[in-house]
């Protein structure tokens, strides 16, 4: 929905699972698209800190480096196997 609301690059926010807004918790945390991969991310990032959007997004400041890294590498494999971008 950013790239509709805010960025003006797409006409339509809704995504094509049929929900009207696909904002970055839908894309993560919701859409029935990509439960299987979220398995994944889920288990990665679960084995280091909470599971949330929060940490998706930006890092647990309480872990350190290489585990942030492993957290960003779920999260980019998340993104290029959702194919979502492609």
Known sequence: SDLCINLHVIDEPSCRCGSPIENDSHFFLD??????IR????????????????????GDPDL????????????????TNSKRFN
């Not at 859409?31 to 299987?36: G, P």
């Open 39 to 58: 398995i994944n991310l889920m288990n990665t990032i679960s084995e280091l800190t909470a599971f949330s959007l929060k940490h998706i997004l930006y």
């Open 64 to 79: 350190n480096l290489l585990q942030n890294q492993l957290i960003f590498g779920a999260v980019h494999t998340y993104i």
């Open 31 to 36: 859409c029935n698209q990509y439960r299987d």
